[in-house]
């Protein structure tokens, strides 16, 4: 029989937490939720062509959503994943809120490192972004933070070793000090999903499967070898939720939160080109 406590404890990772909210440093450079993102000379803003809730199918900007100073977060990047200079932004496409179950969903959000801040400059919005969509600049904080897999990650592979030892599960991890609920933003460690397991989700779509519709045409093998592999495979990067400052209020979905995921060896080689967007909501 596992040992629950002792598993949660060898499998945990740490985590930069972050706060959301007040004015933010609008020095090039800085940390910071929306306003203008500070891009290199030649950068081109991306855009993703999907349908919106209307039913209107066209390619839009992404959103501007945070970048992260590498140099000042460092010191929290206790198992030194990211890159320890230069900037971290990240976008994605607020008007469709692509939830991420196709692979033509591809796009709907991207991750970029900006290796030297000195070659930065503060972007201008494309004309054609909306106002709505044009995010106020906001201050984050950070702070180191234990991170523990949720149950529907630690199930993976425990299934079996689990049947009817969810209490005791849930006792330990409150024991722990382990936070599921209430509002949550993070970089790295292990996400606080509200659906279900996303690694498998992220391994699956990139071997081209469609989720919309369940699982049915996955392959046993394929099945087999993401229970295995992707948790291991596949990291959270950075971890969204509902962002409330005043008049101001980003939620995805109904209560939702949106996660970046990336593969551990781009990670480790710094390519942020194929990193995978899911949203999850209630």
């Not at 020095?27 to 939720?33: E, H, I, M, N, Q």
Request: glycine letters at 8%; hydrophobic letters at 40%; charged letters at 30%.
């Amino acid at each position: 029989m596992i040992d629950i406590k002792k598993e949660l404890i060898k499998f945990a990772r740490n985590s930069i937490r972050l706060t959301i909210g007040g004015a933010a440093n609008e020095k090039v450079g800085a940390t910071r939720f929306g306003g203008k993102p500070d891009v290199p000379e030649g950068f081109e803003w991306a855009y993703f062509e999907g349908e919106d809730y209307g039913g209107e199918r066209k390619s839009r900007p992404l959103s501007f959503i945070a970048q992260f100073d590498l140099e000042e977060l460092a010191r929290f990047d206790t198992e030194n994943l990211l890159p320890k200079t230069g900037m971290l932004s990240f976008f994605y496409e607020l008007n469709t809120q692509q939830w991420g179950y196709d692979p033509d969903d591809k796009g709907c959000a991207r991750v970029f490192w900006f290796e030297d801040k000195t070659k930065l400059h503060t972007a201008e919005f494309p004309e054609d972004l909306e106002e709505f969509f044009r995010l106020p600049a906001l201050k984050i904080s950070a702070k180191s933070e234990k991170s523990y897999q949720s149950g529907v990650d630690f199930m993976l592979q425990r299934e079996n070793e689990m049947t009817e030892r969810w209490d005791e599960f849930d006792d330990i991890c409150e024991k722990l000090g382990v936070e599921e609920d209430g509002v949550i933003s993070k970089l790295l460690g292990w996400a606080n999903p509200i659906q279900g397991n996303m690694t498998m989700e992220c391994e699956l779509i990139s071997r081209g499967y469609y989720l919309g519709n369940g699982w049915d045409d996955v392959t046993a093998l394929d099945r087999q070898e993401a229970e295995q592999w992707s948790a291991k495979d596949w990291l959270l990067l950075f971890q969204l939720d509902i962002v409330d400052d005043g008049d101001f209020e980003l939620m995805f979905g109904d209560g939702g939160r949106i996660y970046f995921y990336i593969r551990k060896d781009d990670l480790a080689a710094r390519n942020f080109d194929d990193i995978w967007l899911i949203l999850q909501c209630c």
